[in-house]
T-cell receptor
Framework: GESVGLHLPTLSVQEGDNSIINCAYSNSASDYFIWYKQESGKGPQFIIDIRSNMDKRQGQRVTVLLNKTVKHLSLQIAATQPGDSAVYFCAENRGGGSQGNLIFGKGTKLSVKP | EPEVTQTPSHQVTQMGQEVILRCVPISNHLYFYWYRQILGQKVEFLVSFYNNEISEKSEIFDDQFSVERPDGSNFTLKIRSTKLEDSAMYFC?????????????FGDGTRLSIL
């Protein structure tokens, strides 16, 4: 069952370092994954997505890696900046023709030290 | 860049009262969604909507909830008789299509506080 009052994992990095945020998903039928960034008082902001027929996708300063064998997703942020400080969520789509019901992970709080 | 807008940003309501949360999805998007996030918890799916009808809904979306697209731009979530446990952030999202590989874009949410 769900936990009440989740304590978010926290990742603290120095400005300019690379960040890696990890996510495990549970549904082997999931065929589409998204990383969202959520700043305080804001809604989830789309960062990057990846389909299950890919292992890696790169954006501007961000890379998503997908390992379907172990059902693991990671987000790499290069040259992390103070503006990257936020909570990062992975979300999966259940697949099987589902019309976009996203299942969100617990989130990781990224803190960037100047 | 086009964005999803939600009003009000904060709604305070007495328990048992009806509340309507409003959203304006991105203009060329066809699929609309409501999610909620109870403080400190995950974002949870409530309902998806396409072509003026509900496509999918979760267990949370019981008879107290309803959605409507009253005109060409607005998408609303109504809670008929609010309970204390309805207090949460409510996020509206939209996507261009309903294919499972289309990103959903979220608004900044409405904070609903039930007293």
């Amino acid at each position: 069952g769900e936990s009440v009052g989740l304590h978010l994992p926290t990742l603290s990095v120095q400005e300019g370092d690379n960040s890696i945020i990890n996510c495990a998903y549970s549904n082997s039928a999931s065929d589409y994954f998204i990383w969202y960034k959520q700043e305080s008082g804001k809604g989830p902001q789309f960062i990057i997505d990846i389909r299950s027929n890919m292992d890696k996708r790169q954006g501007q300063r961000v890379t998503v890696l997908l390992n379907k064998t172990v059902k693991h997703l990671s987000l790499q942020i290069a040259a992390t900046q103070p503006g990257d400080s936020a909570v990062y969520f992975c979300a999966e789509n259940r697949g099987g023709g589902s019309q976009g019901n996203l299942i969100f992970g617990k989130g990781t709080k990224l803190s960037v030290k100047p | 860049e086009p964005e999803v807008t939600q009003t009000p940003s904060h709604q305070v309501t007495q328990m048992g009262q009806e509340v309507i949360l409003r959203c304006v999805p991105i203009s060329n998007h066809l699929y609309f969604y409501w999610y909620r996030q109870i403080l400190g918890q995950k974002v949870e799916f409530l309902v998806s909507f396409y072509n003026n009808e509900i496509s999918e809904k979760s267990e949370i979306f019981d008879d107290q909830f309803s959605v409507e697209r009253p005109d060409g731009s607005n998408f609303t979530l109504k809670i008929r008789s609010t309970k204390l446990e309805d207090s949460a952030m409510y996020f509206c999202a939209s996507s261009l299509s309903g294919q499972s590989n289309q990103p959903q874009h979220f608004g900044d949410g409405t904070r609903l506080s039930i007293l």
